[in-house]
């Protein structure tokens, strides 16, 4: 009985520890339709003055994981994307593709996962962006994503010069 309850004990704290399962968190759910959400989030930008950022990638894609993490987590970033967009995440895998959702949003596919688009408060598309120059060594660099997502503002694009 004993050795039973050690065992038990050893086995929760190797769960606990998270060296039994995937610490990895799960941004992107493959039942969800692309489009459902992308009305979903235009809606709520437009009453609340932002753009919607939509994250395309999947639970499967470190770098999507990776940016996922950071950008809900710096100092800086999180703050930024809180204040001035409605982030979304758009799944794409084997599972679902959300092949109506990636059409709609110019098939960002083809710069590689993850991938960025900002839609404007009516939910038009406005621009694609690639995520290999914002990153540098295994990390995103903050003043790079900081530089893409003020200039992807709804006050920065708006805002006549």
């Known amino acids: 009985m004993f050795m039973k309850k050690i065992l038990a004990f050893l086995f929760l704290t190797f769960l606990v520890s998270g060296a039994g399962l995937s610490a ?13 959400q992308i009305r979903a989030a235009s809606i709520m ?24 993490d ?25 599972a679902n593709k959300n092949t109506e959702a990636m059409k709609y949003l110019g098939n960002p596919a083809r710069f590689g996962f993850p991938v960025f688009v900002v839609l404007d408060e009516e939910g ?10 914002l990153e540098e060594g295994k990390a995103y660099n903050r003043k790079k994503v900081e530089n893409f997502l003020s200039l992807w503002t709804k006050k920065a694009v708006t805002t006549l010069k």
């Open 45 to 68: 930008a437009k009453k609340s003055g932002k753009y919607v950022l939509c994250q395309v990638g999947g639970n499967w894609c470190p770098w999507c994981i990776r940016f996922a």
């Open 70 to 94: 950071f950008a809900t987590t710096d100092s800086v970033i999180a703050p930024l994307l809180e204040k001035n967009f409605v982030y979304v995440h758009i799944n794409y895998s084997k």
């Open 124 to 133: 038009n598309p406005i621009h694609i962006q690639e995520s290999a120059s």
């Open 24 to 36: 990895q968190n799960k941004y992107y759910d493959e039942g969800l339709d692309g489009m459902d």
